[in-house]
């Protein structure tokens, strides 16, 4: 990209018309594979097209902006203008979480997704007011930077560090292994393959570059990702309701969902399969109730039947599938236990009618209505906290130019996360119109295509399976995972394969840049804050910069190689970073601002407080975890506090976390004059720098 | 220039070190208020010098009058702060909350369908964008200014 150091007065016209043109070849690109397309171009060959024209364009700006200078690396120069720096804070804020998670929850669970649109816009409103301003005034590389400075000597800023490393570390691996998802399903090629060659272009970009690079990629990322999540959603709409505004037009949609949704709550094909799924519960119950003499006798039962099916020469799709299920048999009572139990929770599962696409709270039961709202509640409180202390987006307030530069690039920021959040419901419910109008009531002989792609891709993300054998597609015999919706939504609704193409190199783009400022935010906090503020203050510039880069690649690796083990249960990974941002660097940063009293012990003791509750409270909640920790089996009963779920363990962290900062602070001496002094500094953008302050540009933190 | 600067760090956590770890306590808060800042440990020029450094600005100003002026700024912006956080809370919380007891229709959406999904994030956009207008209109007219104009 035009991006040059040393002239910053041409700077804005320049990137302008080098992203305007960017963004005119990239629909070119589109136009033309969509063309190519039609005269026959295999498929497969777009998605290579794809993949290599972003990647190398990734490749390229990194090349283009490479640098070791400090402030460059660190924070691009603290000259990126405030539209710039908000599509990039875009595009680092948006994940694969929000690119196609945030469509799939709303698909599986109507209005309650709307909590992850809430919390997550809603978080900018605290970035913007509480913190983004001081941050840039204070004017660091990281935030371990500004707690070492504000709570003097190394423990605050170790715990900087640590929190940075715990937040983003989970959230990356969660980043590399969706690349991988997408790469492969864009392309065909393995899983791991496309994990390496999308780390390729991603490192290259960061390693050269820093802050710099990742900075002016994303926006081009940034830009990708805005045609590929709009355009496929626009043309839907246009299909269904001949207008091109989604956010106007899908509400008349919605109203036929519901009305489709009611008829099939009542439907007697429908009601017939729940009942199928009841029985199959019921007679899982029936096993764990008489376990473990049912633990040999189901053994010999399923033996006679494959016998039974050999002797009579049934069909070897059913013999396959007997043996199958012996083959995975549990091993003992124990395991037998465990997995009847999930089995019996997943048949009650789909006993139920589908979640109502837009009532608030959807129980017949006031008392889960109220848990459902309180879970709601929680979660929106947890995910904004939690937005407001993300490391990698916190980070991105010194990039900007001035601190008004700063206040304008959060609504920059929002502005084009919205762009992208408020088409997620429209798409949700296309889809699922889509579902209800073309899917259901179909011939089993005759379903589509992308039925067979995507369960021949993982049965995990879509099944169909004909359950009370009529022959006909029924609503409740469609298994399909949330992730699938914004992937596949294009398939879905019947437009050409390079719009599913430019939704993969959506996704990609917005894993990739993501995956960008997180690796960036850790080798920071550990070559900058561990390497050099604590372990050894007189390291020269230099070499900073060098152990920054190495870090980063021995960061992206480890992360890659834990990724490309698939890690289960990714998705509660990623809200639990949420949780323990929520609860520490959330609370010591707006107190490290707004109250003055707090001092190094306060913010120490609350952030640990916090972490622990937050940490316990997820382990003692979660099943998966407490097997982990426990080994307690994952069927026992958990008690929650309020009813309130493990995801939204920050809610119960944040403010055990103020609270524990406020009484250590008051029981301990207050901070010196210089730090007071520091406050007064950070809270006003006029202020100068105090005098005791005032040093190199590092020794804001350096007299410690 | 630049690699200069950085040659300095040592230097300067010498000079600043002391001045903090001999000190008893009673004399840390003694100067703990902000009127009484400790003088400074840098020669002159240096000091000037290394403001440059810190905050990239080329024009040192006046701040006599800093710590009143100070006051009232941080007055205005927490006033600011406390009224558009009250709305953020009233509408991300007191919206879903009573999702169940609105059902009219609005735009041709459910209105608890609307106002979560799209009210509420416009919303936010709309407090950010009226933050930043006034704080960086009260900035302008700070005698300090910003640190760069």
């Known amino acids: 990209m035009p991006v040059h150091p040393h002239e910053p007065d041409r700077l804005p016209q320049r990137v302008l018309v080098g992203y305007v043109s960017f963004a005119a070849a990239f629909i070119g690109l589109i136009g033309g594979l969509t063309w190519l397309e039609m005269r026959g171009m295999p498929r497969q060959w777009i998605g290579y097209v794809f993949l290599a024209v972003t990647v190398s364009l990734y490749a390229g700006i990194g090349i283009l902006c490479r640098t070791s200078d400090p402030a460059e690396y660190y924070v691009a120069g603290r000259r990126v203008p405030a539209v710039y720096n908000g599509m990039a804070t875009a595009a680092d804020w948006m994940s694969v979480a929000s690119f196609i998670g945030i469509a799939g929850t709303l698909y599986v669970s109507g209005y309650g997704g709307l909590a992850y649109i809430v919390g997550w816009t809603g978080g900018y409103v605290l970035v913007a007011l509480l913190l983004a301003p001081y941050l840039r005034k204070f004017g660091q590389y990281t935030i371990p930077d500004f707690l070492g400075a504000r709570y003097g000597g190394r423990g605050p800023r170790l715990m900087g560090v640590l929190c940075a490393v715990l937040c983003s570390f989970t959230y990356l691996v969660a980043q590399i292994y969706g690349v991988g998802i997408i790469t492969s399903r864009m392309t065909g090629i393995s899983f791991e393959l496309g994990i390496f060659i999308a780390l390729g272009g991603m490192l290259v970009c960061s390693f050269l570059g820093g802050m710099r690079a990742v900075t002016w990629t994303q926006v081009g990322q940034y830009i990708i990702m805005v045609i590929a999540y709009t355009v496929p959603v626009v ?25 489709k949704e009611a008829y099939l709550l009542n439907d007697p094909a429908e009601q017939q399969v729940r009942a199928v799924w009841l029985a199959r519960a019921d007679d899982m119950t029936r096993r764990l109730d008489a376990l473990p003499a049912s633990f040999t006798h189901e053994k010999e039962a399923l033996r006679t039947r494959l016998a039974d099916l050999n002797a009579a020469q049934a069909p070897l799709v059913e013999v396959r599938l007997v043996e199958r299920e012996l083959a995975t048999y549990p091993v003992d009572v124990a395991a037998a236990r465990d997995a009847w139990t999930r089995e019996r929770d997943r048949c009650l599962a789909r006993a139920e009618p ?149 939704v993969a190199a959506g996704a990609l783009a917005a894993a990739l840049s993501t995956a960008d400022g997180l690796l960036l935010t850790l080798s920071n906090a550990m070559s900058h804050d561990f390497g050099y503020r604590i372990a050894s ?114 809610v119960f962290g944040a403010p055990v976390a103020f609270a524990v900062m406020v009484a250590v602070s008051w029981l301990t001496p207050r901070p010196d004059a210089g730090t007071l002094a520091l406050v007064d500094y950070v809270r006003r953008a006029g202020a100068r720098m105090p005098r005791d302050m005032a040093g190199d540009e590092g020794s804001v933190t350096g007299r410690f | ?88 809370a009233a509408v991300s919380l007191l919206a879903p909350f009573f999702a169940r007891d609105v059902t009219f229709n609005f735009l041709g959406w459910p209105f608890s369908f609307w106002v979560t999904a799209y009210g509420a994030p416009l919303t936010f956009l709309v407090i950010v964008a009226i933050y930043a207008a006034i704080m960086n209109r009260v900035d302008a007219g700070d005698p300090a200014g910003d640190e760069r104009p």
């Open chain 1, 354 to 502: 589908v979640v109502p696409a837009g009532q608030p709270y959807p129980a017949a039961d006031p008392q889960q209505r109220d848990a459902m709202r309180i879970n709601f509640l929680a979660l929106v409180v947890c995910l904004m906290m939690g937005t407001a202390g993300m490391p990698h987006i916190l980070a991105r307030s010194y990039t900007s130019v001035s601190v008004a530069g700063a206040r304008r690039s959060v609504g920059w920021a929002l502005f084009f996360i919205l762009l992208l959040y408020l088409c997620a419901p429209a798409l949700a419910i296309l889809v699922k119109h889509e579902i209800y109008t073309q899917l259901i009531g179909l011939q089993f002989i005759s379903l589509p295509d992308w039925v067979d792609a995507w369960s021949a891709l993982d049965p995990q993300l879509l099944q169909v399976t004909d359950i009370n054998r009529d022959g006909i597609v029924q609503l409740g015999e469609i298994e399909m995972s949330g992730d699938i919706v914004a992937l596949a939504m294009p398939e879905i609704g019947g437009l050409p394969f390079a719009i599913s193409a430019l």
């Open chain 2, 1 to 88: 220039m630049r690699d200069g600067w950085h040659q300095a760090v040592p230097a300067v956590v010498a000079y600043n070190e002391p001045m903090y770890s001999g000190m008893t306590r009673e004399k840390r808060t003694s100067l703990s208020s902000p009127s009484h800042m400790p003088p400074s440990h840098l020669p002159p020029d240096r000091h000037r010098l290394n403001i440059e450094r810190a905050t990239r600005t080329s024009s040192v100003v006046d701040a006599k009058a800093a710590p009143l002026r100070s006051a009232r700024f941080w007055c205005i912006n927490g006033i600011v702060v406390a009224v558009l956080l009250s709305i953020w």
């Open chain 1, 537 to 650: 203050p007189r390291m020269p510039m230099a070499r900073r910069i060098m152990l920054s880069k190495g870090l980063l690649l021995l960061v992206a690796f480890t992360a890659a190689w834990l990724a490309a083990g698939k890690p289960g249960d990714i998705l509660f990974m990623v809200s639990a970073a949420f949780s323990f941002a929520a609860s520490s660097f959330f609370p010591a940063l707006v107190m490290g601002v707004f109250c003055k009293r707090i001092n190094g012990w306060g913010a120490i003791a609350g952030m640990i407080s916090g972490l622990l509750v937050t940490a316990s409270y997820m382990v003692f909640t979660h099943p998966g975890l407490r097997e982990w920790a426990f080994s307690v089996p994952q069927s026992d009963p958990v008690s929650l506090w309020w009813g309130i779920q493990p995801i939204a363990a920050g």
């Open chain 1, 235 to 259: 043309l839907l709409t246009v299909k269904h309701t001949g207008q091109p505004v989604p956010q106007a037009r899908v509400g008349a949609v919605l109203e036929q969902v519901v009305q």
